[in-house]
């Protein structure tokens, strides 16, 4: 790669963090000798002065809350780097309707909720499914018990055989992959999303991808241009009339959206319009290529965060482990063609070089004594039940014997009372 400095992106929080911490802040300084940096804003709109120490920002202009045009933009950001493969297919559609989306306030899941509630009181029994993603964190913790028990009192047992909430609580905030995922999403006829103001919609650009309509307030649809952002495409709800607009959008003949939509949140598209704009922009010495850009699963590794934890949002490593790697390894050695078929290069690069690497260590062993002691339980009662099912099988052979196998079952019968008694 000769002298060519390389690129990278880090997020808003991960910034919050460097302006709070001066070593870290420095080190961003020395970085910028052998990179590009780039910041991609996980939260819209931008109202603060963006921050001249980035080379470039992933932001649109109509983000930005200063009306002076700006040079240093990359009008893409996670959600416009959707995988091929929530791509439209022929499979069977087994939902009317898609809803998408953690147990956080601002994504209203109470109003969900209602708006179903509303829906099969009108009569509009559709088949529903709401992926609802739950933390076990003592700060949600309430309002996830709160939701599922709305649920099991707003909705008989009837209406809940053809409304499903699903709401895993493993790998928080990403229980399923987005392969799977994509199966959901190419199983269903339309799509919700009830947050009154959520820009940048990611879960809402895999709907767009999938070629079926998008149901939501004007917000939503700022992934697309706004020429584009119509129906049939899109269905703005406006003051607040989830239930019609639902109802208007699964009743829409269906269109092909490919040519008018999709080209906006695909993924291949988009990394050829990301290496372009980095050339026109950096000017480097020598253009890009697409073989010199790390480019799978964008969509989640744009918007991830170097934090000191290993959890499903986290590209495994604090940001200071991250500085540190780049600092003292040779970027310029890296072989990229190896790491272009990895999946998530930024683990797979950083996985020998962590500070906390004992203490991963001690958490894992703690974690399989977990295990281990678990399992020991899990083979005891194994082993009980299987006495159980033996005695009770003998007994039930024994019984057929006259009046002997009579008298046996007596015994035993007394003698279990005796035992539940003493209990």
């Not at 880090?10 to 460097?18: D, G, N, Q």
């Not at 947050?195 to 809402?204: F, G, P, S, Y």
């Not at 033996?390 to 014997?401: D, E, H, P, Q, T």
């Amino acid at each position: 790669m000769g002298d060519r400095k390389g690129v990278i992106s880090l997020t808003t929080p991960e910034l919050r963090a460097i302006n709070g911490d001066n070593q870290l802040s420095n080190l961003l300084i020395k970085l910028k000798d052998s990179y590009y940096i780039g910041l991609h804003h996980n939260w819209h709109p931008v109202d603060f002065e963006l921050d001249n120490r980035f080379d470039f920002h992933f932001l649109c202009q109509r983000d930005v809350v200063s009306a002076m045009k700006r040079s240093d933009l990359i009008e893409l950001d996670a959600c416009n780097f959707v995988p091929q493969y929530f791509n439209s297919t022929n499979e069977t559609k087994v939902w009317d309707l898609l809803i998408v989306g953690r147990n956080v306030e601002f994504k209203q899941p109470f109003r969900t909720l209602k708006c179903i509630r509303n829906l099969y009181s009108k009569g509009e029994q559709i088949r529903v499914l709401y992926i609802c993603p739950m933390s076990e964190s003592e700060t949600n913790g309430t309002q996830d018990s709160n939701l599922r028990l709305s649920y099991e009192s707003m909705f008989t047992q009837n209406e809940k055989t053809t409304f499903t909430l699903l709401n895993p609580n493993t790998n928080f905030p990403f229980p399923f992959d987005r392969y799977s995922l994509a199966m959901f999403y190419r199983a269903s006829r339309t799509y919700a999303h009830f947050a009154a103001h959520e820009t940048r919609c990611r879960v809402a650009a895999y709907a767009f991808s999938t070629e079926i309509p998008v149901v939501g307030t004007s917000s939503i649809a700022n992934i697309i241009p706004t020429g584009f952002a119509d129906r049939p495409a899109f269905f703005e709800v406006m003051d607040d009339n989830f239930e019609e607009t639902i109802i208007e959008a699964l009743s829409a003949p269906k269109v092909s959206l490919e040519e008018s939509v999709r080209r906006f949140v695909n993924e291949d598209n988009s990394v050829d319009i990301l290496i372009s704009k980095l050339n026109f922009m950096l000017s480097p010495n020598d253009l890009f290529s697409r073989n010199q850009i790390l480019s799978k699963n964008l969509d989640i590794r744009l918007g991830w965060h170097h934090f000191d934890n290993d959890g499903a949002n986290s590209a495994g490593s604090s940001l200071r482990d991250f500085f540190d790697f780049l600092l003292t390894s040779n970027h310029r050695s890296i072989d990229l063609r190896n790491m272009q078929e990895s999946d998530y290069p930024e683990r797979d690069l950083l996985s020998n070089f962590k500070d906390d690497e004992l203490d991963i260590i001690s958490s894992q062993n703690e974690r399989t004594e977990i295990y281990l002691n678990s399992r020991k339980k899990e083979i005891e009662g194994v082993r009980r039940g299987n006495f159980r099912f033996y005695i009770y099988r003998l007994l039930a052979n024994l019984s057929k014997v006259p009046i002997i196998g009579s008298l046996i079952l007596k015994i035993y019968m007394s003698i279990k009372r005796i035992i539940t008694i003493e209990r």
